[in-house]
C-alpha cells in the first residue's frame, strides 16, 4: 500500500521562527490533507491539498504530485502552534486516508 | 451537535467485555471513518463507510466491527476487548472519497 513519510519527526523554534515540514508519499494519490494535533489531542484539518499551493494565515501547503511530496509552511510560529502535524494520502480508490508518523512541533516562547 | 460527537470520551474495560463507540455526526457527510491512535503507530485505519448501507475494511479491522444503518451514525463495536485495544479511538467523516476530513474529539479506552 501506500507509504507516507514524514521529516523532521522533532522540531524545536523559537517564537517567531518559520519552519517547513515535508511529506514524501510513494504512489499516486488523489487526496492529500495536514492535520494539527494539538496538547489536548485534538485533531483539526489545516489543508486539504491533493495539488497546487494554498495559504491560511501564517500557514501554507503546496502539493508536487508528479514529484510526490507536499510541504506545509509556518511562519512568525508561535506557542499555540506546537503539537504534532501529521500528513496523510489515500489511495486512488477512495478518500481513506493513509497517515504519515507526524512531525511533533515545540515552539518556546 | 456541532460537527462529530463521539461517546464515551474515556472507558476503562475488562478484558472480554462487549464494548460499543458511538460516533454522530450532523454534517449530512457521505463517508465516515474510525481510526485507532498508538504512540510510535501514529493513526491506522480499522474500518470505513463509503456511504450508509455500506462498510469496508481499513488496515487493522481485526477484532472490531461496525455498521452503518443511516448516513448520520457509525458505532465501532469490540466484541471480546483485549488489552491491545487499548487506544484512542478517533472518528472522522468526509463529503466523499476526496473531501477533507474532520474528526471527533476521541475516545480513550484502556482494556485491563
Known amino acids: 500500500g501506500i507509504q507516507v513519510e514524514q521529516s523532521p519527526p522533532d522540531l524545536i523554534l523559537q517564537e517567531g521562527a518559520n519552519s517547513t515540514l515535508r511529506c514524501n508519499f510513494s504512489d499516486s494519490v488523489n487526496n492529500l490533507q495536514w492535520f494539527h494535533q494539538n496538547p489536548w489531542g485534538q485533531l483539526i484539518n489545516l489543508f486539504y491539498i491533493p495539488s497546487g499551493t494554498k495559504q491560511n494565515g501564517r500557514l501554507s501547503a503546496t502539493t508536487v504530485a508528479t514529484e510526490r511530496y507536499s510541504l506545509l509552511y509556518i511562519s512568525s510560529s508561535q506557542t499555540t502552534d506546537s503539537g504534532v502535524y501529521f500528513c496523510a494520502a489515500a489511495y486512488n480508490q477512495g478518500g481513506k486516508l493513509i497517515f504519515g508518523q507526524g512531525t511533533e512541533l515545540s515552539v518556546k516562547p | 451537535i456541532a460537527g462529530i460527537t463521539q461517546a464515551p470520551t474515556s472507558q476503562i474495560l475488562a478484558a472480554g467485555r462487549r464494548m460499543t463507540l458511538r460516533c454522530t455526526q450532523d454534517m449530512r457527510h457521505n463517508a465516515m471513518y474510525w481510526y485507532r491512535q498508538d504512540l510510535g503507530l501514529g493513526l491506522r485505519l480499522i474500518h470505513y463507510s463509503n456511504t450508509a448501507g455500506t462498510t469496508g475494511k481499513g488496515e487493522v479491522p481485526d477484532g472490531y466491527s461496525v455498521s452503518r444503518a443511516n448516513t448520520d451514525d457509525f458505532p465501532l463495536t469490540l466484541a471480546s476487548a483485549v488489552p491491545s485495544q487499548t487506544s484512542v479511538y478517533f472518528c472522522?467523516?468526509?463529503?466523499?472519497?476526496?473531501?477533507?476530513?474532520?474528526f471527533g474529539s476521541g475516545t480513550r479506552l484502556t482494556v485491563v
Open positions: 472522522a467523516s468526509s463529503e466523499g472519497g476526496s473531501g477533507g476530513y474532520t
